[in-house]
T-cell receptor, first 112, second 112 residues
């Protein structure tokens, strides 16, 4: 069964600090992996999309990495800001156009 | 350009009724995907339409159906509503398979 596991479930850090969120998946065959940020009460916003051949991709202070061999991805947030407080969701698309598998998300809280 | 719009934003129905939700994608986007989000299950993929054809489908019962029109607007229908169908229904559009998805604000459905 395809699964996407995210850790930690929740995280509290001080403003200005860095943090790393983890995503492990068992989806096969693999097409691409996406990270989304979802603010409370709003729809998700895409941060990065990575295909099999991409190891790292950045979007401002967000940097995602992908290790397709170990089926792991991470999202690193640099110099966190209060506006980074949100849920971060890892999504893996299965090859062959058979749908998406979502992680439960990591709830990140940035404290001043 | 205008983002993804969804109507209505809020809806209250009773068990056994049916409901139709509407999604207008970003101009030029041909792919529209639907998701259900609940606190317990997180985001779950319902289906994706591309050029009026269902291209992907998640693991939801046949009570959940959708369609896409020639202008790429999409509708989702849920028949014989159950209490467990109470959720936030999100629509997302993109230009292609491996492209950034843009989410709408969602329709919050409450089934009583």
């Amino acid at each position: 069964k395809n699964q996407v596991e995210q850790s930690p479930q929740s995280l509290i850090i001080l403003e200005g600090k860095n943090c790393t969120l983890q995503c492990n998946y068992t989806v096969s065959p693999f097409s691409n992996l996406r990270w989304y940020k979802q603010d409370t009460g709003r729809g998700p916003v895409s941060l990065t999309i990575m295909t099999f051949s991409e190891n790292t991709k950045s979007n401002g202070r967000y940097t995602a990495t992908l290790d397709a061999d170990t089926k792991q991805s991470s999202l690193h947030i640099t110099a966190s800001q209060l506006s980074d407080s949100a849920s971060y969701i890892c999504v893996v698309m299965e090859g062959g156009a058979d749908g998406l598998t979502f992680g439960k998300g990591t709830h990140l809280i940035i404290q001043p | 350009k205008a983002g993804v719009t969804q109507t209505p934003r809020y809806l209250i129905k009773t068990r056994g009724q049916q409901v139709t939700l509407s999604c207008s994608p970003i101009s030029g986007h041909r792919s529209v995907s639907w998701y259900q989000q609940t606190p317990g299950q997180g985001l779950q993929f319902l289906f994706e339409y591309f050029s009026e054809t269902q291209r992907n489908k998640g693991n939801f019962p046949g009570r959940f159906s959708g369609r896409q029109f020639s202008n790429s607007r999409s509708e989702m229908n849920v028949s014989t509503l159950e209490l467990g169908d109470s959720a936030l229904y999100l629509c997302a559009s993109s230009g292609g398979v491996v492209e950034t998805q843009y989410f709408g604000p969602g329709t919050r459905l409450l089934v009583l």
